[in-house]
């Protein structure tokens, strides 16, 4: 596809269940990144891939949270046992990986856990 | 100190105003700059890269001073359209663990 693909762009799930987010970075992009947004809020970093380096994932809040980019292409968000407080839009954005280039995001995840 | 602070506003400003926001960093060694868009409910998009020697686009202008740490937007003659929240977006040094530190965001709505 022309941009980042995100899916599912809603999933609506019972506190305590595990859910998967999908990110379809753009063909030939090394950096992939994973954002959390709040109603309201900026972004808060989770997790970034580059290339076939080892992940910085000093920005996932609990060990819940795990990702993992296959093939250095598709980036898959778990988050285990779901707490109300998860719920928030889960951005993923991809880019070359150059200094100057630019990041493009997908159209976001809104996650509810009720 | 966080690593990119921005002032969250809201700045909410007459169509033709002119506005500015201030975005101010902390790693001096910081190599490249940019300003994001996001409206309402949507993603972040590129609004301007911020060049060493300010750049313009438009209404727009993007300014960086590297000896007080901080990089600038600058909107001429607002449009309506320009409501929306401006993130400023700084990539610290080549070989980071992590690149591409947002701004809070400045949320900017322009009257009629």
């Known amino acids: 596809g022309a941009g980042v693909s995100q899916s599912p762009s809603n999933k609506v799930t019972e506190k305590g269940k595990d859910v998967e987010l999908r990110c379809d970075p753009i063909s030939g992009h090394t950096a992939l990144y994973w954002y959390r947004q709040s109603l309201g809020q900026g972004l808060e970093f989770l997790i970034y891939?580059?290339?076939?380096?080892?992940?910085?994932k000093s920005g996932l809040p609990s060990d819940r949270f795990s990702a993992e980019r296959t093939g250095g292409s598709v980036s898959t968000l778990t988050i285990q046992r779901t707490q109300q407080e998860d719920s928030a839009v889960y951005l993923c954005?991809?880019?070359?990986?150059?200094?100057?280039?630019?990041?493009?995001f997908g159209q976001g995840t809104r996650l509810t856990v009720v | 100190r966080k690593e990119v602070e921005q002032d969250p506003g809201p700045f909410n400003v007459p169509e033709g105003a002119t506005v500015a926001f201030n975005c101010t960093y902390s790693n001096s060694a910081s190599q490249s700059f940019f300003w994001y868009r996001q409206d309402c409910r949507k993603e972040p998009k590129l609004l301007m890269s911020?060049?060493?020697s300010g750049n313009e686009d438009g209404r727009f202008t993007a300014q960086l001073n590297r000896a007080s740490q901080y990089i600038s937007l600058l909107i001429r003659d607002s449009k309506l359209s320009d409501s929306a929240t401006y993130l400023c977006v700084v990539n610290p040094p080549s070989g980071s663990a992590r690149q591409l530190t947002f701004g809070s965001g400045t949320q900017l709505t322009v009257l009629p």
């Open positions: 891939f580059q290339g076939n380096s080892a992940p910085d």
């Open positions: 954005a991809s880019r070359l990986g150059g200094l100057n280039t630019e990041a493009f």
């Open positions: 911020v060049y060493s």
